[in-house]
C-alpha cells in the first residue's frame, strides 16, 4: 500500500462503520418513541370523547366498524360508529356484539386479552397472516370482520345456521372441520366457546386498528373473475 | 491446519455443524410436507397440520443457522486470535443444553401442538408468534446459551490478537443475542406487539445476519484464497457501515401496515432500497483487487504446466462461497427490492411473493456461506492441504441451487397470481384469497414448487453424504 490515502485507510472506515451505526441506531430509538406513543392502545374514554386512535380501545367491539375510502389519505381507512363530515369516524352509531353493545371497558379487554392469547396458543399465525405477517395457506384475517362472506347475506354466516357475524365466527372456529369453506380446511384446534367469543374480540378490534389501507378494496369487488 | 488433533474451540465447531447440518435435513423434510400440503390438503390433516409443519421448517432452518454460525465462530477463534477459545469447557456444556433444549421444544410442537388460551401454553408449549415460537422457557435457556457464547467469544478476543474480524463478530454477536430480548413479552396490542417482533427477526436476518455473514466470508477468503487481510478488512468495516446504515432503518418496511404510522412508508422505501448494495460488494472487490496483485504474481510464478495449479485451497467451500456472494445479492437485493417499495407492497405483502423471496433469501445469503464453512471444517479437521470437489460435492452443489432457483421461481409465479387475482382483483377477502388459490398458474407453481423441493432434498443427501465421506476421500492434497 505505497499510496497512504484515507479511502484505503482501515481505521478511517471502522470509524465511519461506527459512526453510521451509531446513527442509525439512535434515530430508531428516537422513531420507537415516537411510534409507540403513536399505536399504543386507546381507551373507552377516547371512543366517547370522539378520539381517534391508530389502535383503539377494547371497548371498539362496542361500534360498528368500517372500512371507508379516504379521499384526504387516498386510501381506505377504519370508520368507527359512522362517518362524519370529513368522513372519519363519527364514534356514534352503536352495534350489538354478541347481544350486546354496552360491554364495559374491563369485559372488553378481559375477552380481547383472551382472544390475543388465544391467536398465540392456537398459532393462528402459522397459516393465516395477522396484519399481512404469517404464512400464506389461508386468508388474511386483518380486516376479518367485514368480510362481507360472514355479513347478513354472506355464504360463511349462513353456513353455520347463525343469525349474526359474531355467532356464525365463534360457531365455526369452535367446529372448523365441520364446516368446510374449501378443499384446504381449518383443522380443528380445541378451541372453547368462551376462546371463541375472545377470539371474535380480537378479531373486531384488529379491524379497527388503522393500517394505512392495507388491504387495498377489501371486500369491495365482487364477482370480478371470469366476469362473474 | 497442522496439527493431527482439532483444539477443542475446532472440535466443539464440528459438534455445532453436525447438529446443524441434522436440522438442515429436518428442515427439508418439514417443507417437504408442507410442500405437498400446498398440492393435497388432506394429507396428515388434524394429524400433522400445515401450521405444525411449516413451523417446524421455519424454526428448524433458523436454529441450525443459528448452530452453524455458533459453530463458524468456534471454528475461526483460534486462527483468528492465535489463542485457545477461553471457556471451551462451558462453552461444551452450553451446547448440551441447547441440543437438549431443542429436541424437548420440538417434541412438544410435535405432540401437544396447540394448547389452551392462556399463558401456560405461551410458557411451555408455544408463544405463536411466527419464527420465534419457542415457549417462554425456552427463550430464557436461549438467551442464556447465547449469553455464554458470546462470553466466550468476547473473552477469547480480548486476551488474544484482536483482527478486524474478531472485533465485527463480537460487535455483531453482542447485538443479535441482546436483540432476541425484544421477542419475549405478550401484549395484547397487536400492534405493539408486530412492532417489537420485527426487533428481532429484521434486525436479526436483514443487519446481525448480514453482518456475520461478512465476518465470514473475510475469514474464508484469508484462508481459502489466502487474500490479504488490510484488504479484506477494509472491505469488511466498508460493509459493516452499509449493512448497518442500510439495514438498521430498513426496518420500516415492515412497519408500513401493522398500525404504526405512515412516515415509515418513506424511511422503510428508501433504507430497505439500499439494502441489496453491500451485498456482493466485499466478495466482487476482494477478488479483483486479489486478482490484479496476488492473482497475476502467482500466475507469474506457475508458467510451466507443471506448476499451473489453482491456489482455491478449498474448492468446494469456495463454490459455497462464490454462490453466497451472488445469492445475497439476488436472494435478498434484488428480490427483496421486488416488492419493498409500499405501493408495490400494499399489494404483494402476505402472498407466496414474500415466501418466493424467503426461499432465496435465506438460501443465498446463509445457508451457501455456512455449508462453505462445514467444507473449511471437513478439510481442517481432516488436515487435507487443497481440496477438490468430488462427484457428490458437485451434484449436491448443482441440486440444492437448482432445487432452490426453481422453488423461487415457482413461487414468484403464485405470487404474482395471488396478487393479481387475490388482491388486485378481488379485494383481499376470503373468497378472494380461494379464487387466487384456484388459478391455474397458481396450482401449477406449487406443483413445481413441490417438484423443486424434492429436487432440493436429493441434494441435500449428496450434500450428506460428500461431507461425512469427503474427508478420507484420496483426491485431496495432503
Known sequence: MANKSVWSDNRFWQRTATWVTGFAAVLLIWLTFDTSAMISMGTDEDLTNGVTKRVPGPTVIN??????MNARRGHEIPVIGGQNAEGTSAFQEKEKFFGRDDWSEEEARAMLHLGKLGSQAKNCMDCHTLLGNGAYYAPDLTKAWLDPAWGPEGSLQAMTGKNTKEEAMAEFLQHPSQYPTHERMMPDLGITAEEAIGLVAFLKHMSSIDTNGFPRNFGKMKGAVHGK | MASNTLNESKQLATWYFTFAAILFGAQLLFGLIAAIQFVMPGFLFEVLDFSIVRMLHINALVVWMVFAMFGSVYWLLPDETGIDTVGIKIGKLLYWIFVAAIAVVVLVFLFIQVGPADQTTIWFITEGREYIEAPRWADIGIVVVALGFVGNLFLTGMKGKQTGIVTVLMADMIAFA???LAGMFFTDNISVDQYWWWWVIHLWVEATWEVFVGAIAAYGLITMIGAHRKVVEMWLWIEVAMLFGSGILGMGHHYFWIGTPEYWWEIGALFSALEPLPLVAMFVHVLYDWGKTQGAEMNAEHTTEDNMKSVIKNKPAFTWFVLNAFGNFLGAGVWGFFHTLPQVNLY???????????????????????????YIAVQGK???????????????????????MGMTV????????????????????????????????FSQGMDWRLIMGVVTFIGFLFLAKDLLTTGKNPVHER
Do not use: P
Open chain 2, 348 to 374: 404483494t405483502h402476505g402472498t407466496q411473493f414474500t415466501s418466493a423471496h424467503g426461499h432465496l433469501s435465506f438460501f443465498g445469503a446463509y445457508a451457501t456461506i455456512l455449508v462453505g464453512m462445514m
Open chain 2, 178 to 180: 441482546g436483540l432476541y
Open chain 2, 382 to 404: 481432516n488436515n487435507i492441504k487443497v481440496m477438490h470437489n468430488t462427484k457428490a460435492s458437485i451434484w449436491a452443489v448443482s441440486l440444492i441451487t437448482g432445487g432452490v
Open chain 1, 63 to 68: 361500534y360498528k366498524i368500517e372500512y371507508l
Open chain 2, 410 to 441: 415457482a413461487l414468484t409465479i403464485a405470487g404474482y397470481v395471488q396478487v393479481l387475482v387475490s388482491r388486485a382483483q378481488m379485494g383481499a377477502t376470503w373468497a378472494g384469497y380461494f379464487d387466487g388459490q384456484a388459478g391455474l398458474w
